[in-house]
Nanobody
Framework: QVQLEESGGGLVQAGGSLRLSCAASERTFSPSVIGWFRQFPGKEREFVSHITWGGGRTAYAASVKGRFTISRDSAKNTVSLQMNSLKPEDTAVYYC????????????????????WGLGTQVTVSS
């Protein structure tokens, strides 16, 4: 069973930056898509960004576009989410997730399509 682990969360002031990383426990793991989601207290998880493992296609939620950048390191089997110009409303638990068996050319996958999830990392942005 593949495990995903997020790192890099923490407390930052508004306007600051954080870099989240997601690592898979197996170096040979080759998902279709790695996504980042976030969850606010009492809310459903919402899509933040994804990257396709093969083609490197990326997608972003409108609320983070232009501020967040997703990237992958295939050799290390990691995906990073660079978050700049952070706002207090970005405060949430951030999860990485992996979907398998998809050929995603456009659009985004719902959270239910992802097969593996990390435990999440807290990001807190103070005003």
């Amino acid at each position: 069973q593949v495990q995903l682990e997020e790192s890099g969360g923490g407390l930052v002031q508004a306007g600051g930056s954080l870099r989240l990383s997601c690592a898979a426990s197996e170096r040979t793991f080759s998902p279709s898509v790695i996504g980042w989601f976030r969850q606010f207290p009492g809310k459903e998880r919402e899509f933040v960004s994804h990257i396709t493992w093969g083609g490197g296609r990326t997608a972003y939620a409108a609320s983070v576009k232009g501020r967040f950048t997703i990237s992958r390191d295939s050799a290390k089997n990691t995906v990073s989410l660079q978050m700049n110009s952070l706002k207090p409303e970005d405060t949430a638990v951030y999860y990485c997730a992996a979907a398998t068996g998809w050929s995603l050319l456009a659009g985004t996958l719902p959270a239910s399509a992802y097969d593996y999830w990390g435990l999440g990392t807290q990001v807190t942005v103070s005003s």
